[in-house]
């Protein structure tokens, strides 16, 4: 019996995480808006898949450059998205997202020395 609770409990391990990178449905689509650093500002593009892929996009942020960029180590936990993506930059994007009521994102990063904020709706 404890070797079949074992193999129960394995198993459904094995399954929570074979599903746990499929994007939540809330998320799945292009989100946009403002991103701000200090006097400095832009326009962000965020787009996750329904298979847990995404992309990001900015404009006027020199070191990250203007090309659509994948993101990498994206985590959905409830309400909140870690993620990152690598810019031209010496040291990736990093960053952290909020979902607020059901339609708005705002966020907080790092990227090259700079703490950059924003928030973003759904198109």
């Known amino acids: 019996m404890l070797l079949k ?3 129960l409990v394995w198993m459904l391990t094995i399954i929570m995480f074979a599903h746990a ?3 939540p449905q809330k998320y799945i689509g292009t989100w946009t808006g403002a991103w701000h650093e200090g006097m400095t500002s832009g326009t962000l593009w965020l787009t996750f898949q329904p298979n847990g892929n995404g ?8 070191k990250f450059g203007t090309s659509e960029r994948s993101l990498t180590a994206i985590r959905f936990l409830g309400n909140r998205i870690n993620f990152s ?3 031209q930059g010496v040291h990736d994007f990093v960053s952290h997202v909020f979902l607020i009521g059901g339609n708005k994102l705002r966020g907080n ?3 090259d020395g700079l703490a950059l904020t924003y928030r973003l709706s759904k198109k």
Request: proline share 0%; glycine share 4%; aromatic share 10%.
């Open 21 to 23: 990178d499929d994007t």
């Open 85 to 87: 993506a690598n810019g």
């Open 109 to 111: 990063a790092e990227f």
């Open 55 to 62: 992309s990001i996009r900015f404009t006027n942020l020199a």
């Open 5 to 7: 609770n074992i193999l």
